[in-house]
């Protein structure tokens, strides 16, 4: 069994990049990763997820997936492709309906041909069923994340104790986010239990009023910053789920889902070097 929260080395030989909600458009990461010169044999790439769907080429950023510098977590269409392919994984009655996933741009599944069947069922689907929930990079100040949606804790009743005993003087909030220690010491049953929030929440997103938000111009462009920009005890969180015309800095959280898919004057397949945004973001 995969686990939940899969964790990597700083890279000291290269660098690493960040890319927002792909969904399908394998064309445009190609252009992006011709921009900033990759370079396979030292740089890595990390998805936040969502490769697939709604864009032309779905089974080519799955393909991805075999690349040892190409690192992924789960998302929700992840979660729906899976759920379709493998009824019996089925949870929870929103995932019963396979139109949730065919209406949500998973109609391509079904356009396949023959080899394109073999090839999702016996190679792809295994690698997507081993996405972890969450990605941790590096120690100390270089550490970051990378997760789907938000870092939040999940079901209160079933975590809730876990969390508990982690503080003898704090009573635990249900819906409070997660810090690094937390991750750190998290088992991975009650990991499990937060899923929800990891890859379907917009709560943190929407805590980000653009109306409270401070507009300022950053290395990867226009950048919403809200009053609490971080939070105590997390490091750098990459996030995508809810498109936006900006990126968006709340809670430690840095929400890069440019919509690529929507392929609009407003919209982009976000890329981002993390050891050129990550020191600028720092002294915010």
């Known amino acids: 069994m995969q686990p939940l929260h899969k964790r990597l080395p700083s890279n000291t030989n290269g660098r690493d990049f960040i890319v927002g909600d792909m969904h399908g458009c394998y064309d445009l ?26 864009g032309p080429n779905s089974l080519a950023c799955l393909r991805l997936l075999k690349q040892p510098w190409f690192h992924a977590v789960l998302g929700n269409h992840e979660i729906m492709l899976l759920n379709y392919a493998y009824p019996a994984l089925r949870s929870c009655p929103l995932l019963q309906n396979d139109d949730l996933f065919l209406k949500n741009g998973g109609n391509w599944v079904e356009r396949l041909d023959d080899i394109g069947q073999t090839e999702l069922h016996y190679q792809l689907l295994p690698l997507v069923a081993a996405l972890p929930f969450v990605i941790s990079v590096g120690e100390g100040s270089d550490r970051y994340h990378v997760v789907h949606s938000e870092l939040l804790t999940g079901d209160p009743e079933l975590n809730t104790r876990f969390f508990a005993q982690q503080s003898i003087h704090e009573k635990p909030v249900p819906d409070r986010i997660l810090t690094d220690a937390d991750l750190d010491s998290c088992p991975e049953d009650v990991l499990g239990t937060m899923h929800d929030a990891m890859v379907w929440g917009r ?79 720092t002294g915010l």
């Open 203 to 281: 709560r943190v997103f929407k805590a980000a009023k653009p109306g409270q938000a401070q507009a300022v111009d950053s290395p990867a462009g226009r950048l919403l910053v809200s009053r609490k920009p971080w939070h105590p005890g997390l490091s750098l969180t990459y996030a995508g789920h809810t498109p936006a015309y900006q990126l968006r800095l709340h809670a430690s959280h840095l929400f890069l889902d440019r919509g690529a898919f929507k392929r609009d004057a407003n919209s982009c397949l976000q890329l981002l070097c993390h050891q050129h945004i990550h020191p600028w973001l």
């Open 29 to 54: 990461f190609e252009v992006e990763l011709e921009k900033v010169s990759f370079d396979p044999a030292c740089d890595r790439v990390i998805s936040v997820g969502d490769l697939i769907d709604r």
